[in-house]
């Protein structure tokens, strides 16, 4: 955390952009307005504020009036950015002259978050050059085009870096705010702000075992045939040498057309589609691990807790509880 001034109430400042994703504009008050002392003091004032005073509309349907213009912005601690579909940041790269001017206004020793599509105003303004930084998954390839200079992490649920902090999608602000409660006054005031909104005081795993998984569509040409044959076999000894003969190509010739067409070696293709059908597994089926991980083609539990915690960050089990349909 930074050298903020964690005098009570600490002042944040919500700045909402048209159009502001309305359940990410509402995360910061809950939780520190959430956040209080043993004697129900609050340790947090939140002032929401726009560029105006004016309605703000949301990227869902309805608008929202904010108690505040701009005005806090240059006497808070602590300045959130929600998500928003600004077309400047969000599209095109570009800071807008108003939003710039509003940003001006920060304090220097002030802390400043972002929750969502909000990291890409901080990457306009410049405040992630060189820093990591995530956003919501489904943005991340947007993202890394249009700021190289940010480190991005697609799949954490936020990332501190002291005086810039950034979350992943939606929910993953929440995350932020606990974690930043829990910095500022400690784990028992965060936990008992986790309980009055219902939520955990801590998350397992990151975004990644929340991302889409797109497979290609099976084709006629290239390796595309092989890959989908492949798919009903995973659980059958597969290795690039038996792939390139079924593609009856030469094993140099497949693995070039095969990183040229999916990106991936086609051992690492293997293991994500073994993992992608565990995954699939412990949504659907109540199969124990062991049984799970030999369907998959990934020989041992031990196996696929060791490949979930380095890809996901969570266990099996865990996953399971989280994702099982009911």
């Known amino acids: 955390m930074p050298d903020v001034p964690l005098t009570t109430p600490h002042r944040v400042a919500v700045l909402a952009l048209e159009p502001v994703v309305g359940f990410d504009m509402t995360i910061a008050p809950t939780i520190f307005g959430a956040a209080r002392d043993a004697d129900e003091q609050p340790m947090y004032q939140v002032s929401v504020c726009g560029l105006t005073a004016g309605p703000i509309p949301t990227s869902h349907g309805f608008a929202v009036v904010p108690q505040h213009g701009p005005g806090p912005i240059a006497e808070a601690d602590t300045v959130v950015i929600p998500g928003t579909y600004l077309d400047g940041p969000v599209y095109q790269g570009e800071l807008p002259p108003a939003v710039a001017e509003v940003l001006a206004r920060i304090r220097p020793d002030a802390r400043i978050m972002s929750i969502c599509t909000g990291a890409f105003v ?77 939520v955990p005081p801590v998350r397992a795993g990151g975004q990644s075992q929340f991302i889409e998984q797109h497979l290609p569509e099976p084709g006629v040409d290239g390796t595309a045939p092989t890959r989908a044959w492949a798919l009903t076999r995973l659980d059958q000894p597969l290795d690039v040498t038996t792939l390139a003969r079924h593609a009856t190509m030469s094993v140099r010739t497949f693995s070039r057309r095969f990183v040229a067409e999916t990106g991936l070696t086609p051992a690492r293709w293997l293991a994500q589609q073994r993992l992608e059908h565990a995954r699939h597994l412990l949504e659907t089926t109540d199969l124990p691990v062991e049984r799970i991980a030999s369907k998959a083609g990934l020989g041992t539990g031990a196996t696929l807790r060791q490949q979930m915690r380095s890809a996901l960050g969570v266990a099996p089990i865990t996953y399971r509880k989280t994702f099982r349909a009911s």
């Open 122 to 198: 901080l990457a306009s303004a410049g405040l992630l050059d060189g820093k990591r930084a995530t956003t919501h998954w489904a943005h991340a390839e947007r993202f890394a085009k249009l700021y190289p200079a940010v480190d991005l992490d697609p799949g954490a649920l936020f990332v501190d870096e002291g005086d810039v902090l950034t979350s992943a999608g939606v929910a993953a602000g929440v995350d932020l705010c606990l974690h930043v409660v829990r910095g500022d006054f400690g784990s028992e005031i965060a936990n008992r702000a986790a309980r009055r909104c219902v």
